[in-house]
């Protein structure tokens, strides 16, 4: 049967529209066939962005469920994403990520390796010498130690403006297509040693690889994802007064006359979105407004 002349120009368009857009493969490796409900509502949001003619990309949300290891998972994404040539970015968001409003700013750029912040937890545990280490907090860019061989966790930009690192985690890790297109396979492997540890995880091994490839990544903490984890209250409580004590340990080093200062450059001016502003003493009176009354 043929087409009809309508069929073939309601294709003509569609392929027009196609053509504007970019296409974009969000990957969820999804472990354990569990996805928490805020990514789910984000993903839902992306149909109504994909049919809209003035977005400029075009979405497919690959969730492959219960593949175990995580490099088997993230392994199958990649292959999935590569299988087809219209796809030019591949998006790895985690299961048990929360995207921000801003989350698709990430996309704003044609870095490599562009990542959007976010906070890992790391529980208390012993070091290998025996002694007791608090849990504590980090942000997903790490710079790599040639001499170490090993991966440290950058602090955040005190003035949030993007940077390169050495690596990151992949929870929120947009990959261009000659990237993983030039890397030779499997791109995403997790280093063992003999006795089955873990010696780098699989997004910081493949970070590292592609740095090696000339491929640094872009770091937005603009871009702030939520990482949703059952933990501790206990731990939450410790964690709490190890920060505190980190603080006062590091304010104890300044001159007594610039302690304070330096807690009101750190604290005084923190402020989170949608917090109500603190109250400011007025000189004049509450409304400039100098006629009132008589209105109809």
């Not at 992949?170 to 000659?178: G, H, P, Q, Y």
């Not at 949703?228 to 410790?238: F, G, N, R, S």
Request: charged residues 25%; proline residues 8%; negative net charge.
């Amino acid at each position: 049967m043929t087409e009809t002349p309508k069929t073939l120009a309601e294709e003509a368009e569609v392929n027009e529209i196609l053509r504007k857009k970019t296409g974009v493969m969000i990957a969820i490796p999804n472990l354990g066939s569990k996805i928490v409900t805020p990514l789910m509502m984000w993903i839902q949001s992306l149909d109504f962005k994909t049919i809209d003619a003035e977005c400029p990309y075009f979405f497919k949300v690959f969730m492959p469920n219960d593949l175990h290891p995580i490099e088997w998972a993230r392994n199958q994404c990649v292959r999935a994403f590569l299988a087809d040539p219209y796809w030019k970015k591949l998006w790895f968001v985690d299961a048990d990520m929360n995207p921000p409003f801003n989350a698709l700013d990430l996309l704003d750029f044609d870095a490599p390796l562009v990542s959007g912040m976010t906070y890992i937890w790391s529980g208390e545990k012993f070091s290998d010498d025996g002694f007791y280490v608090p849990p504590f907090m980090k942000i997903n860019a790490f710079d790599y130690r040639p001499d170490h061989d090993d991966f440290r966790s950058r602090l955040p930009s005190a003035d949030g403006k993007t940077f390169e690192c050495d690596a990151s985690g992949a929870a929120c890790l947009v990959i261009r297509r000659d990237v993983l297109e030039t890397m030779p396979e499997p791109w995403f492997r997790s280093p063992r040693d003999p006795y089955g540890a873990t010696l780098r995880g699989e997004d910081l091994d493949f970070g590292l690889r592609a740095m090696k490839h000339g491929h640094k990544t872009l770091y937005v903490p603009r871009v702030q994802f939520g990482h949703l984890k059952e933990a501790d209250l206990k731990q939450i409580c410790t964690y709490g007064i190890a920060t505190g004590r980190s603080m006062l340990q590091a304010l104890d080093k300044l001159p007594p006359e610039q302690v304070v200062g330096r807690i009101k450059e750190v604290l005084d001016k923190m402020n989170f979105p949608g917090e109500r502003p603190a109250e400011v003493e007025r000189a004049g009176p509450k409304t400039l407004e100098v006629i009132q009354g008589g209105r109809r």
